[in-house]
């Protein structure tokens, strides 16, 4: 009789009844004998669980198992999802080739900078430790690199910012099209750098020395270009030379330029007329908004019936004037008035108990005195004072505080835009834009990219650091318009150019039920950029090698595989389009 030694095998079957399958798994045996192959079932595995059946049937394939500790060892693990996050949007948005055609050892510093400053922002020193904590160092090819090379490529970077904004102004702005420009600044830890300067300090830090630094962005908020200052310098003595550039180093001839009443005042408009194509949207100060009442071109009885409307005024030949009350913002302004005058009152009565207990006497004394506190809540004019050596009183000018009152949350925009190429509304939404503005000095300022306080001591560095954080956001903004469903953000972004332009913001439906629930779509929570960027941090690479074949053997790595939020957050970045 021939040799009945064969192979082993696993044999699956399966048969359906009353609607539902099973299956049946053997443990056969095949052979061969007198010439003829047979089989013999060997066993009935059906019983076992699934996994254990597939590792017999692979195992009897020739497949071998060994424990996992075994198998491969981990020696190092690295946070990677949020570096990889960033680098996938600077692929998509061209940024290497934004800084340089030709690829450098100076241009992979500033990219991988850029990447550390949204990533974990930090001083450049403390950049150089951190990034070895992920996976950053070895992608951007910088893990050799130390705090000088930082500075050189901050230098090399400098040298071509020109180049830079200009390519981004030639993506981002078109001829006649919105520019918006705002002014802010930060405070420095130091006091040799020529640019730091005392100034109107907007961080709430008094009597820190601060460099000024200006931001032209499209319509939507995305960043153009960058301008540094010093801390002293006013907002509207950096508006021409902006609009300037944009004409002769952008070459956009035609444009409109959007900035606060404190930006684009009577000096810049005047030149700004001389400037064939050039356009701007403004608002009225506070102050000019009552000659228009006073010389009945507004009427605040028409407010009765509608939000908005459209005056002329011969004062303001040649331009569109667009009135707007919000009753919202009138109680808002109101009730702070009467806080402050509430305010103002208790300190001028302190004084004035004083001076009637004969504890302060002399009216140079009591002015003095009443001198400190009657400008504290910038209300003075609202007050009639009446001082003597042994006497003081104070009153409220209440016909004053009343005409005041009556122009609460009104605002008037100025515009030199005709009304055939846009609407008195869309005059109004557009001047609002700027919010986009205030919204990248705020992510740059916090939690996101933190660019103060500043501790650089040349003009340069500090110009390049800035520079740098604009990137940055550069990138950071086209990563968040691209988590928009993910966030807490309103994904409805064009219901903006429909709704009341004079009324408060409202959220959509689909936004509110958003905030409402903490979720998105999906059921999952939903984010902020800074929880998302956590979220994907957790993804890690492993690098591993086999245990026991010594120090020389190869090194293989393994990356964790994405959750659902962590891939789809990853497949949006994808969708980027510069």
């Keep these: 009789m021939a040799s009945r030694t064969g192979t082993a095998h696993v044999v699956t079957t399966s048969r359906a009844y009353k609607g ?46 060994v424990p996992l500790g075994q198998a491969f060892e981990v020696t190092g693990s690295l946070a990677h999802g949020h570096v990889y996050a960033v680098e996938l949007a600077m692929q998509r948005l061209g940024l290497a080739a934004l800084l340089g055609s030709t690829p450098s050892r100076e241009r992979e510093q500033v990219l991988a900078m850029v990447a550390a400053r949204i990533v974990a922002p930090r001083t450049k020193l403390a950049t150089t430790r951190w990034w070895h904590t992920t996976t950053l160092a070895t992608d951007f090819g910088v893990a050799d690199a130390n705090e000088d090379d930082r500075y050189a490529a901050m230098d090399w970077l400098l040298a071509r910012q020109d180049m830079i904004q200009k390519k981004l102004a030639a993506r981002h702005l078109s001829a006649g099209g919105l520019v918006l420009y705002d002014l802010s600044s930060s405070y420095f830890e130091g006091t040799t750098c020529p640019l730091a300067r005392l100034g109107h300090n907007r961080d709430g830090k008094k009597g820190l020395l601060q460099v000024n630094y200006g931001l032209l962005t499209d319509a939507r908020g995305c960043p153009v270009a960058v301008s ?3 801390g002293n310098v006013a907002d509207s003595a950096t ?16 444009l409109v330029m959007v900035g606060d009443r404190g930006m ?27 000659t228009p009442v006073e010389q009945g071109q507004l009427q605040l009885g028409l407010f009765d019936e509608r939000n908005l409307l459209e005056i002329a005024s011969p004062q303001y030949r040649g331009e569109r004037l667009v009135a707007c009350r919000n009753p919202q913002l009138a109680a808002l302004r109101a009730h702070k008035r009467q806080e402050l005058l509430s305010a103002t009152e208790r300190n001028l009565q302190q004084i004035k108990d004083r001076v009637d207990a004969g504890r302060l006497k002399g009216s140079n004394a009591i002015a003095l005195r009443v001198g400190k506190v009657i400008n504290q809540y910038k209300v ?9 050596d042994d006497r003081f009183t104070f009153a409220r000018k209440h016909e004053a505080i009343a005409a005041e009152a009556a122009l609460d949350g009104i605002y008037i925009i100025r515009t030199s835009v005709d ?20 919204r990248a000095f705020r992510s740059l300022k916090t939690m996101d990219l933190k660019v103060r306080p500043i501790h650089h001591r040349t003009a340069d560095r500090v110009r390049a650091h800035i520079l740098l954080w604009m990137l940055a956001y550069y990138v950071e903004w086209h990563m968040r318009e691209a988590w928009r469903e993910l966030m807490f953000a309103d994904t409805d972004q064009a219901a903006k150019a429909t709704r009341d332009p004079v009324a408060p913001a409202q959220r959509s439906q689909q936004a509110q039920e958003k905030l409402a629930s903490c979720t998105v779509n999906d059921g999952t929570p939903a984010h902020s950029f800074s929880t998302l960027m956590a979220e994907l941090g957790s993804i890690v690479r492993n690098t591993c090698h086999t245990p026991g074949v010594g120090p020389e053997a190869p090194t293989f790595d393994i990356v964790t595989t994405p959750n ?12 980027i389009r510069p």
């Excluded at 003075?380 to 003597?388: N, R, S, T």
């Design 228 to 230: 540094v200052h010093e």
């Design 264 to 290: 684009i005042g009577n000096a810049s408009i005047a030149q700004l007329r001389e400037m064939a194509g050039v356009d701007w949207i403004t608002a009225l100060k506070s102050a000019s908004i009552r």
């Design 419 to 438: 009304a055939a190429r846009m609407e008195a509304a869309d005059c109004v939404r557009n001047y609002k834009a700027l919010a986009n503005v205030e």
């Design 380 to 388: 003075a004019k609202h007050f009639e004072l009446d001082i003597d």
């Design 239 to 254: 508006f021409l030379p902006e609009v300037q550039r944009l004409r002769e180093r952008f070459g956009i001839e035609r």
């Design 564 to 575: 659902a939020t962590q891939r789809h957050a990853l497949d949006l970045i994808k969708q």
């Design 20 to 65: 539902k399958v099973y299956y049946t798994h053997l443990l056969r045996r095949s052979y061969r004998e007198d010439g003829k192959v047979k089989n013999e079932t060997l066993g009935n595995l059906s019983h076992l669980p699934e996994p254990l059946i597939d590792i017999i049937r692979r195992s009897l394939q020739g497949e071998t198992f």
